[in-house]
């Protein structure tokens, strides 16, 4: 051990340019979208949907009866893992909300939100999940108080409906948020919403910026010479990456996740991974943080989004770093942070909790191992050796071993 960390000081201390080796290109690729002619339309379903469940609302209430709606529990306990699957999926308990007194409130916005659904899915119209929250403050008694109410009650209409695979999407409510970047060799093919043309972004002309999903990706089509996609936690190593066009000497497409990537970015990378038949790793910061929230999701979803993580996850995508182990091999013990205790905390849940871990050998050893040791390390860590070392020396040695990832 001593021994490498003596040979990554020696490349460390070597004041070279970052070598501008071109790689050897892959044949060209590409994927429509997957709006094609004969799927089902997911327009007509989400409008009988809301109709079915109003309608029912309706007869029992006009019986003189209390009317009631099922959905799925949204929460880790209700999920199971199978690694041939590749995410999260219900175990089926599910909570019924019946209008009493206790629930009238909440049983009339939940029909509200609906409605607005319909209004919108008919007119071609749409809402950011802020604007659904303010749409209520004409609803009288019904209006919500705080946003993170609104919020769960669209997430148990999208439950109530995603078994006919309607989403949020579908009934046209978006996030504020955009959902990440890409540069590298990719050509997102779009459409003009008017005129229906073809729309053309070449993500490796994109100068100093980068191309921005969309909050809504089945319309893209895809084109790319790329090797693999590597998802990216943070801004600031993606502009790095960027900046000296690792995305061309590794040929590859570099996404910036931002943090937990959102529903956009990971059915993005989804399509991507899926209609191009490309490899997908994630490099993220060496805490339970980025381990257990922001990879996990990636792969394969979460507890609170188990009834879509089947559209919204990346079930092949492999963990390249930054590992515990990678603390030691790289010589970062004095570039490290002491595990606070909400990283113990979340750290332990996921090894006691969360099928994804139990189900992985290595990743239950790779978290019992940073919990030994104490310490978390940032993808920034490696700027102890210098600030392209990144792209100089530590890629280039995880890259030889992709075979080695973590799942």
Known sequence: MAAKKKVVKKKAAKKTATKKVVAKKSSKRSVGPTEKKGKKDLKSVALQSIQEVATDVYRVASKGNLPDMTMPQRNLANVTYDPKQGYFELKGNMKTRTLDVNSVKTFAQTLRLMSLAKDMVGDDDFATKREAYYVSKNWGEAKFNEQRESDTVLDDIEGMFSVKDVTREVLRFVPEEHG?????????????????????????????????????????????????????????????????????????????????????????????????????????????????????????????????????????????GVTPQDILDFGLEDATHPLLPVDIKRAKDALKNDPFFQSYPKWKAALKQMLKMGVRAEQQAFAKWGLNFVIEEYLPAKMKQAKKFLP
Not at 209 to 228: C, I, N, R
Request: charged share 20%; proline share 4%.
């Open 180 to 320: 990440g970047s890409v540069v590298g060799a990719l050509t997102v093919v779009d459409r003009d919403p008017e005129t229906g043309e073809a729309i053309r972004s070449d993500c490796a002309a994109m100068g100093s910026g980068a191309y921005t999903v969309p909050s809504s990706v089945d319309h893209l089509g895809f084109e790319t010479t790329a090797d693999f996609v590597l998802a990216i936690e943070t801004g600031g190593m993606f502009q790095r990456l960027n900046l000296h066009r690792y995305w061309r000497t590794a040929n590859c497409i570099l996404v910036e996740m931002g943090g937990v990537p959102t529903r956009a970015t990971r059915r993005f990378v989804r399509r991507i991974a899926e209609g191009l038949k490309l490899p997908v790793y994630a490099f993220v910061d060496c805490d339970p943080y980025g381990i257990c929230n922001i990879y996990r999701t990636l792969k394969v979803g979460s507890g609170q989004a188990a009834h879509v993580n089947k559209t919204f996850c990346v079930p092949t995508a492999h963990y390249l």
